[in-house]
C-alpha cells in the first residue's frame, strides 16, 4: 500500500502540475503577471524570484514578497502537483493592464481551458510514448499495417457474479495461460472446448501481476447463451507498437477517441441520476483512485503510463463541466458577462463557486467513505503491519 500512496502522489502531481502550467503559459502569453507559480501546495518551502533591480533572490518560508515585479517560482510543503496565483483572477485590480480581469472575455477564456488543454496535450504525449514502446491493446479488429504486434494472449474483461468463474475469484485482468493443458490463442477455440466440457472439471492456468495459479473449475450451462462456461467474458490482447513519427499520430488519435467514450459515459451517468435510474457505475474517489494506481504500477511501467493518460483525460473532461468552482463554471460566467453586457457581481460569482466547492468536497468525502468500506480489507492489511 505505501507503493500505491507514492506512486499515486506521483501521478497526481504530474496532472495537476500540467493542468496549471497551462494557467500559467497562457497567462504570460497574454500579458497577465503570474504572481506565483509553485510546484506543490502551500505553504511554501521556498521561493526565487527577481527583484526591481532584476537580480535573483531566494525566500525562504512564507515571508511576504513585496520587491517582486514578476513571478515567484516556488516549492511548496504539500507534494501535490502545483498552483498558479494569477493577478485579478478573482475579479480585482480591474483597472491594471496585467491583471486577469482587464482581458477581453475571449482571452479569460482562453487561459481559463489551458488547463484542460494541457491535460489532453499530456495524455496525448503519454499515449504516444506509450506507443513507441509497446502499449497493451485488445484485437477486436484488424490492426494497421504500421504496428507491431508481439506477447499476444487471452485476458478477461468481465466475470460474472455468482458463477464458477466468481466463485473460483477469478478477476478481470487475468490471463489464461492454458486450459488442461492445451494453449489457446483464438476466442473461438477456446469457448468450443469449454462448451464440450460443461459438467468437467477443468485445469485452468492463470497469471495474474507476474503470479501463475492453478485454478480448478466446472463449466456450467449458461443460460443467456445456452452453450457450457465459466462466466467470464474474454477478449484477445496484445502489445501494439509503432514507429515513432506513426506512434505519435495513433497516440493523439486514440485521445480523442477516448474523450468521446468518456464524454458519453459522463452522460449516461448524468441521464441515470436525472431520471432516477440510479449510478450504474461504481464511482472511485481518491482512495480508490489511489489503490487502482496502485494495481496498475505492479502491472508494468507501460500499464502505468496508459492509466496516467486516462486519469489526465478524465480530470480534463471532469474540470470543463459547467459547474461552479470548476474551470467550466468560470468559462459560464463569462459566457452570462456576454450575454449580459457586464461581468455578475463579485460577490456573488465568489458565493456560488464557493457553493460549488462545498458540493465538489461533501461528494468526495461521500465517495471516500465508499473507497474506505470497498477497501477495507487492505486498510486492514496497513493496520496489522504497523501495528
Known sequence: MLLSI?????????????????????????GVKAEEFGFGFPP??????????????LVWGTKEITDSPGTIYSINWLPLGGFVKIKGENGE???EMDSF???KIWQRAIMLSAGVIMNVVLAGVLISVGFMIGLPQALDGKLDARAHLSEQKIQIIQVVPDSPAAAAKLQVGDTILSVDNQNFVGLADLQTYVNSKTGQQLDYKIKRAGEN??????????ADTGKGGIGIAITETGIVSYPWYWAIIEGFKTTFILIWAILVAFYELLKGLIFGQGVAADLSGPVGIAVL???????GFVYLLQFTALLSINLAVINLFPFPALDGGRILFLII???????VKREVEGAIHNIGFALLMLLVLVVTFRDVSRFSDVFKNIWSKFF
Not at 507514492?6 to 497574454?30: C, D, K, P, Y
Not at 492453478?214 to 456450467?220: A, G, K, M, S, Y
Not at 494506481?293 to 502491472?299: K, P
Not at 458577462?337 to 461581468?343: A, L, Q
Open 93 to 95: 485590480a480591474e483597472a
Open 6 to 30: 507514492i506512486v499515486f502522489l506521483l501521478v497526481l502531481s504530474v496532472l495537476v502540475f500540467a493542468h496549471e502550467l497551462g494557467h500559467f503559459l497562457t497567462a504570460r502569453r497574454f
Open 101 to 103: 480581469s482587464s482581458r
Open 337 to 343: 458577462e456576454k450575454f449580459k453586457g457586464r461581468p
Open 44 to 57: 511554501r518551502a521556498f521561493g526565487v524570484y527577481k527583484n526591481t533591480l532584476n537580480k535573483w533572490r
Open 293 to 299: 494506481t496502485g494495481e496498475v504500477a505492479r502491472m
Open 213 to 222: 495459479l492453478d485454478v480448478l473449475i466446472t463449466p456450467v450451462l449458461l
